[in-house]
């Protein structure tokens, strides 16, 4: 299963909650990462596409859909923790995934 994020802060969200740097991908390229919780345990791999400026292609494992997508939305919903140093911190891209 796979889905976009998208818009000007799309990058911070995805970096918000994926253990490689999104940021840096160029368009056209692709990189493999973990999602991680605040605590960096592994939620699940999954694999970033950037296809143009300011949207990623997002694939995650079918056998786990249900929770990956449930931990991406549980971040743009700012819900859950992402940060303990900063437990106030929320991702950007809210509203663009």
């Known amino acids: 299963p796979r889905s976009w994020a998208s818009g000007a802060t ?3 969200f995805l970096d918000a909650m994926c253990a490689n740097d ?3 991908l160029g ?3 692709s990189l493999y990462t973990h999602l991680l919780d605040p605590d960096a345990n592994l939620i699940d791999d999954l694999l970033v596409y950037r296809r143009a400026a300011e949207r990623y292609l997002i694939v995650v494992n079918a056998s786990n859909d249900a929770k990956d997508w449930g931990w991406v939305n549980a971040v743009l919903a700012g819900s859950v923790l992402v940060d303990r140093q900063r437990p106030a911190a ?3 891209g809210r509203g663009g995934v």
Do not use: Y
């Open 22 to 24: 999104v940021a840096t």
């Open 90 to 92: 929320q991702a950007s």
């Open 27 to 29: 368009i056209g390229n």
């Open 10 to 12: 799309a990058a911070e």
